[in-house]
């Protein structure tokens, strides 16, 4: 089902595309349906969330599909999206009903003019939920993902990032992205907060 929804979003994207329409999809309940654009060097979408509850956006590296840009569109709200070169386009429903979505390909796209990246590092690893609890977990700058439970987040953050647990109203800082961490590393998140915790009550 997810090949098939994947090939029929490139033909939209090339045909509306090229008439500059607003095309309208709609994504299937706990369905992650992601669209590369393979022909362009990168692009800029607008997106349109037309249901009731939040649509999942990212733009993935297509390599590693490690996270670079990630947000929730709320209901009734709109929002313009760069998509770098080497990156695709994801849309996700973790809802039990099905989600409306419109969106329009932007031209002037600056994909390549991201050839001359910041210096800082970046660590391509993954965060692992293995508890039975949904984790809200704060990246300042980069995104806020409330990650489910048993799951796992692709990130792509740059060396000092903080990662912070939103534990009842306030921030508990849980990682500092360092060189120690490989690339393709799963790091789980029950043990840097019971590590944090830990040092918050000494």
Known sequence: MKKILFIYLIAT????GQKGERSTLIIPPKQVVQIDYPLYQGFNVKIWNESKFVLGV????KVTDSVCKSFGLEKGKNELLEVNKGMYLQFENRFLAPLKVSYTLR???TGNKKTTESITPQRAFYLENNTAQTLPLRIPGVMNPNLTPFSRSGVNLTNGQKVYLDLNGKRLLILTVTDSIPHGA???LAFLINQALNQANN
Do not use: L, V
Not at 13 to 16: E, N, P, Q, R
Not at 58 to 61: G, M
């Open 186 to 188: 799963r790091i789980d």
């Open 13 to 16: 994207f090339y045909a509306f």
């Open 58 to 61: 990212s733009a993935r590296e």
């Open 107 to 109: 031209k002037g796209s």
